[in-house]
């Protein structure tokens, strides 16, 4: 069982940057991608950025591209998610998940395992 969990969420002010971190205990993430999706208040969960652990191919929703990057985190074999420039738009909760979609499914809940409980991302009007 892959239990991620997730961290780095807090409150940052518009304009500033934001690293969260995604862990997986009990196993590793060779042979998974890694997602982060996010819900904002009222809002259906969506999806933010994916990377596939094995060649390192990375997804973006389109209009989140520029100003957020996920990468591998070489220090402790998690994965990280940089958000840059941010807004009270990029609010929400902001969750990890784990799974081995196809390419045309990244984007996909459905096609993730294991997921995060998540962690809070607030950015102030």
């Known amino acids: 069982q892959v239990q991620l969990v997730e961290s780095g969420g807090g409150l940052v002010q518009t304009g500033g940057s934001l690293s969260l971190s995604c862990t997986a205990s009990?196993?590793?993430?060779?042979?998974?991608?890694v997602a982060w999706f996010r819900q904002r208040s009222g809002e259906e969960r969506e999806f933010v950025a994916a990377?596939?652990?094995?060649?390192?191919?990375?997804w973006y929703r389109d209009s989140l591209k520029g100003r957020f990057s996920i990468s591998k985190d070489k220090a402790n074999g998690g994965i990280l998610l940089r958000m840059n420039s941010l807004t009270s738009e990029d609010t929400g909760v902001y969750y990890c998940?784990?799974?081995?979609?196809?390419?045309?499914?990244?984007?996909?809940?459905?096609?993730?395992?294991?997921w995060g409980k998540g962690t809070q991302v607030t950015v102030p009007s």
């Open positions: 998940a784990a799974g081995r979609p196809i390419s045309s499914t990244v984007a996909t809940m459905g096609a993730y395992y294991y």
């Open positions: 009990g196993s590793t993430f060779a042979g998974y991608s």
């Open positions: 990377l596939r652990w094995s060649g390192g191919n990375t």
